[in-house]
């Protein structure tokens, strides 16, 4: 079967830097997506992999490792306004979206 | 219109009654989806489309049907609902292009009672 893993809940502290791990196992491997969903909000999107190595965007950057069915996603210089649900996709061999479960960051001050 | 909307934002629905969730995009993409989201699990898809006139089925089809008449309206119907699609619904709509990245409508929060 097809299956996404990220870790549940993680807490962090305003202004530090948090990994959030995600790992796959799908059918066929067609790029791997993070997103954000706040509370009550519709997820929007973060980052795109597709090849291996570290993808860079302001405070976020996301990695992916195909080999190790792999990637995460890290944050910097974290906010409040950072609290929120992220969540990993990957789209499988036939260009569907198979989504994990989400982890949920709390930030503290 | 600016991206993707969806009606109503939510409902309270008898079991056994009908209902059609409204998406609509103006991005003039061609693939849609419907997914349902549920506490402690991912999002699931429903059914999709990959342009007008088609549509699939996702990983949790039954007791749902959608239709794709023209590329901006996909509408999602329960045909006789049950507590179980009690959810949290969400349409979006892809592009084609290097990551044809999914933009999301803000949802439809469903209770079935």
């Known amino acids: 079967g097809q299956n996404i893993d990220q870790p549940t809940e993680m807490t962090a502290t305003e202004g530090a830097i948090v990994q959030i791990n995600c790992t796959y196992q799908t059918s066929g491997f067609n790029g791997l997506f993070w997103y954000q969903q706040h509370a009550g909000e519709a997820p929007t999107f973060l980052s795109y992999?597709?090849l291996d190595g570290l993808e860079e965007k302001g405070r976020f950057s996301s990695f992916l490792s195909r080999s190790k069915g792999y990637s995460y996603l890290l944050l910097k210089e974290l906010q409040m306004k950072d609290s929120a649900s992220y969540l990993c996709?990957?789209?499988?061999?036939?260009?569907?979206?198979?989504w994990g479960a989400g982890t949920k960051l709390i930030i503290k001050p | 219109i600016a991206g993707i909307t969806q009606a109503p934002t939510s409902q309270i629905l008898a079991a056994g009654r009908r209902m059609t969730l409204r998406c609509t995009q103006d991005m003039r993409h061609n693939a849609m989806y419907w997914y349902r989201q549920d506490l402690g699990l991912g999002l699931r898809l429903i059914h999709y489309?990959?342009?007008?006139?088609?549509?699939g089925k996702g990983e949790v089809p039954d007791g749902y049907s959608v239709s794709r008449a023209n590329t901006d309206d996909f509408p999602l119907t329960l045909a006789s609902a049950v507590p179980s699609q009690t959810s949290v619904y969400f349409c979006?709509?892809?592009?084609?292009?290097?990551?044809?990245?999914?933009?999301f409508g803000p949802g439809t929060r469903l209770t079935v009672l």
């Open positions: 489309s990959n342009t007008a006139g088609t549509t």
């Open positions: 979006a709509s892809s592009g084609t292009g290097d990551t044809d990245t999914q933009y």
């Open positions: 996709a990957v789209r499988d061999s036939n260009y569907q979206l198979i």
């Open positions: 992999n597709v």
